[in-house]
């Protein structure tokens, strides 16, 4: 089984139901088991129309016999089934919610579809911090650099530049 890490997010309805629900819709799919939750962190919309609400984030870990595009297919099936709509919808819209594959195991890979790990995790408080909490000694599979080291890279320059 490989172990993959998934950021949800959900700044549209009842938040904390919506990524609930999510959390829970991954736990039951086949060949995978849920092994850890991250805390929930609020936080601002990023690169989002000024009218979007704020965000609640997390990152789940789980352990899967899918593979990468299996474990995207199903992460975009949960999407639709709890309302989210990317068809028509400007990028980065207000969304019920959202979920990233960040990485799957080491693996690395660039595909009109599929980027691991994901291509902004490094650039993103809401999403490193909650995949540390769960996974302290977390690694960029493609530098072999700590994402910790990336996180306080990250709060090192928007102190600098806020």
Known sequence: MASAFLGLGSNLGDREANVAAAVDALSQ???TRLMRVSSWLENPAVDSPVSAGAFLNGVVKLETRLTPRELLAQALRIERELGRKREGEPR???RTIDIDLLLY???VMATPDLVLPHP???QRH???WPLLQIEPRAKDPKSGELWADVLARLNASSATNP
């Open 105 to 107: 195991a080491d693996v």
């Open 29 to 31: 799919l086949a060949d």
């Open 120 to 122: 902004r995790m490094g």
């Open 92 to 94: 980065n819209s207000p």
């Open 126 to 128: 809401f999403v490193l």
